[in-house]
Nanobody
Framework: VQLQASGGGLVQPGGSLRLSCQVTGVTRDYYAIGWFRQAPGQEREGLSCVKNNDGSTSYTDSVKGRFTISRDYANNMVHLQMNSLEPEDTAVYYC?????????????????????WGQGTQVTVSS
């Protein structure tokens, strides 16, 4: 399994970015893709996840209403649309894959649950 995150950059407060995660090498239809971030000196934070088989999603409270996760089945990609960005959103953002234990299990935003990680993409929110 390989995951490649892209789409980071410099954006002004209040702006938007869309991150993308290319997923390759998956041989099972039920799994979850999650987005995480880590700012300097801080612990990794789970943001959102989406299940591949049914498209169900979950968000952490800090990004609800601002971030939207979506699945692009045709291109095996997962996107994270980030709106109303704030300087506090500055971090390295990662996507990861969780082999959920059962087809009907919900996805989780707990990093320890995830098995494969992509390289990070830097998001900087600054004027």
């Amino acid at each position: 399994v390989q995951l490649q995150a892209s789409g980071g950059g410099l954006v002004q407060p209040g702006g938007s970015l869309r991150l993308s995660c290319q997923v390759t090498g998956v041989t099972r239809d039920y799994y979850a893709i999650g987005w995480f971030r880590q700012a300097p000196g801080q612990e990794r934070e789970g943001l959102s996840c989406v299940k591949n088989n049914d498209g169900s999603t979950s968000y952490t409270d800090s990004v609800k209403g601002r971030f939207t996760i979506s699945r692009d089945y045709a291109n095996n990609m997962v996107h994270l649309q980030m709106n109303s960005l704030e300087p506090e959103d500055t971090a390295v953002y990662y996507c990861a894959l969780d082999w959920i234990p059962r087809r009907w299990a919900p996805c989780r935003t707990v990093g320890a649950s995830y098995d494969s990680w992509g390289q990070g993409t830097q998001v900087t929110v600054s004027s």
